[in-house]
């Protein structure tokens, strides 16, 4: 049986979401003259031609940070124009790897037994730089960028002005990981949800780029209370694993839900609690 690389769904006249076979989120902004895709996921399928099939207009391709969920189908825009924020650079580079690739996915049955032939090769062509407050213009929609240092050192948020809505992507969500040599420490991704919160009276819907891929806005309140409570020391301090790391959660969850049943947590490494 062939297997389906991507589906997707139509959020409003703007937007689309497309889900890769790993079940991450993609979005496809379109305005009257250009397109913006925002990430470019795991790198499996053929990722220009699905995106073609649902724009006819010039795209840029815009990397919300440099992991291997978010920015390996990256090559099939080459002739594109694509951004990331340099603060990424050794991210990206690590991450787009064959080998650390496939470590990663060898125990996700969707993609196991995918041959190492049909993994996108990583783009090594220029990556143009991606910075706080840049403004893309697609003709009567715009999109703004937010840095929002934390899960990766040039990690961004994208405003979709006319939409009033946020993309937090992995910036700020159900499950924020700080794990890495790459991440933040908590007080330094405090300062950046800080950052973040001006921009709030700017939408009114957010959408991310795992899970449901939705959220309610009381999400950046509640994962700066979680920074807090690390801080203080006040924390459910609950350990979790991921990916082969011992971490711990601020708040106690169930069945990937928090017990309280709000949204928003931060798990961490013993050495980002500062």
């Keep these: 049986m062939d297997r389906v690389y991507f589906t997707h769904e139509r959020l409003n ?3 689309i979401r497309i889900r890769d076979i790993c079940g991450t989120f993609l979005y496809l902004v379109t305005g009257d003259e250009k397109a913006v895709l925002l990430d470019t996921g795991d790198g499996f399928g053929d990722l ?18 440099g992991h291997l969920d978010h920015a390996c189908g990256a090559i099939h825009f ?23 690739r496939r470590k990663f996915h060898e125990k996700k049955p969707e993609v196991s037994s995918i041959p190492l032939t049909d993994y996108d090769p990583a783009y090594t062509g220029e990556l143009l730089s991606l910075h706080d407050g840049q403004r893309f213009d697609l003709g ?3 999109i703004t960028m937010v840095s929002v ?3 990766t050192p040039g ?26 040599e790459y991440s933040s420490t908590v007080s330094e991704y ?24 939705e959220s309610p806005k009381e999400l950046l309140d509640n994962v700066i209370e979680c920074c807090d409570l690390i801080l203080a020391g006040k924390d459910d301090h609950e350990p979790v694993e991921f990916n082969g790391m011992h971490l711990h959660l601020a708040k ?16 961490y490494a013993a050495d980002k609690r500062k």
């Excluded at 951004?83 to 991210?91: G, I, K, Q, R």
């Excluded at 994208?158 to 159900?174: H, N, P, Y």
């Excluded at 106690?252 to 798990?267: F, K, T, W």
């Design 190 to 213: 405090r300062e950046s949800l800080l950052h973040l919160k001006k921009y709030e009276d700017r939408y009114d819907r957010i959408i991310r780029n795992h899970g449901t891929g």
């Design 155 to 180: 990690m961004m948020c994208a405003l979709i002005e006319e939409d009033r809505v946020m993309l937090f992507g992995d910036a700020c969500g159900v499950f924020v990981l700080l794990f890495d």
């Design 140 to 142: 009567n929609v715009h």
């Design 48 to 65: 220009r031609s699905y995106v073609e099939s649902l724009t006819d207009l010039p795209v840029t391709v815009i990397l919300t940070h």
């Design 252 to 267: 106690a969850m169930n069945n990937g839900e928090r017990l309280d049943g709000r949204q928003g947590n931060i798990a």
């Design 78 to 100: 080459k002739d594109c124009d694509i951004w990331m924020n340099p603060d990424d650079a050794p991210v990206y580079e690590a991450h787009t790897k064959i080998e650390y």
């Design 149 to 151: 240092k934390g899960h």
């Design 13 to 15: 006249d703007h937007i």
